[in-house]
């Protein structure tokens, strides 16, 4: 896999985009600059992975669209050496951003053929957050508490798991509905107050449940 001078620039412009869209924090910037996005899609596809757009990736999944990947990260407000749980690893795209943030990511995946794929993937490319096949609503308790936690996919409801798993003074950041999410951040102030922001609506897939059909 080569990632070229036409690549990086390609990336450079694709920052400018999601810049003029109103990302400013210059680290979450940074991190989608350095990433190969192209790695992650099909060689076929490579004039798409430096437009802003979602693109398919296999499973009934996408990768998401860098701004989008961009805003959540963003609403993290991440420290680095931070602990994060990231639901729905997908291409790991969004794993990457985070690592190269500086945090230490675990992330969960409910798709086995997904996850199985991802897991060798990620490493070849040099990236290495701890990957979990399971069903993300569940979370990952055996490693919680998390200082904060990213849903990568549509969910009907903030999963409580989700919310006992989050340290106090953590921030999770999930798209909540069905069709179409509304962006919220949930902040855990104590064990019991949280604050509830809205941040706009968007599209996600949606995030599955259980793991009945092992695919």
Known sequence: MIDSYKHKGLRK?????????GIKDENVLAAIEKIPRHFFLDSSFIEF???DKAFPIGNGQTISQPYTVAFQT????LKKGEKVLEVGTGSGYQACVLLEMGVKVFTIERQK???QKTKIFL?????????????GYAGLPAYAPFDKIIVTAGAPFIPEALIQQLKPGGIMVVPVGDDI????TLTKVTETKLVQQEHGSFRFVPLL?????GK
Do not use: C, H, W
């Open 209 to 213: 449940e259980d793991k009945a059909d």
């Open 13 to 21: 412009q694709l920052i400018a985009v999601i810049k003029e869209k």
């Open 123 to 135: 490493p070849g490319i040099g990236y290495n957050p701890r990957m979990f096949y399971g069903d």
């Open 181 to 184: 999410q509304t962006m919220i």
């Open 49 to 51: 992975a430096y437009q």
């Open 113 to 115: 053929s997904l996850y």
């Open 74 to 77: 963003e609403l993290l407000q």
